[in-house]
């Protein structure tokens, strides 16, 4: 069951609850999930937990703190995020968890590197989980999109003959 709560809800969902993490950093994830949650529910479900920065175009030339800026944001926070519900899952014995990288994550972005290798190295991180923790009862899954026509896209890359699909 899915349920698509409003950005200031938390809604209950069977023997789960669905946690709306908009506006929320990595860090501060695992304050939603406090131990007595833990304890009373099964299922963790994350809305609007779209983890990514599209970042700069370039590669080389692009500066150290915007590389780390984007393996933070695409990478890391999907560490932090497993490190608050793995253990909950495992203790239950179950558990589902799903990363969204990118399609430039199995193929490449030939204008921006720091995205390309970054969406890839999730890739690489939802692969390693599925692997270390499916005797636990975890699965792991890999949602690598293509580009979606949203306005962030349009104005970073003013490419109005691109062909995208319209986003909702």
Known sequence: MLAFPTRS?????????????????ALTISELITPDARRRVGIFMFSYLVIAIG???GSLEVENEVWLK??????????????????????HGAGAFMITASA???????????????????????????IEFAEKGIYVSC????????QLIARQYRLAEFRLVDAP
């Open 70 to 91: 984007i393996y933070e944001i695409n990478v890391l926070s999907h560490v932090y995020l497993a490190r608050a519900v793995f253990p909950s899952m495992i203790a």
């Open 9 to 25: 809800s938390t809604n209950s969902v069977g023997n789960g609850v669905c946690l709306p993490l908009f506006g929320r950093t």
């Open 143 to 150: 949602l690598c999109p293509q580009g979606v026509k949203t």
């Open 104 to 130: 430039a994550g199995l193929l490449t972005h030939p204008l921006a590197a720091p995205y390309a290798a970054t969406k890839h190295a999730a890739v690489a991180l939802a692969e390693n989980l599925a």
């Open 55 to 57: 970042g700069a175009l």
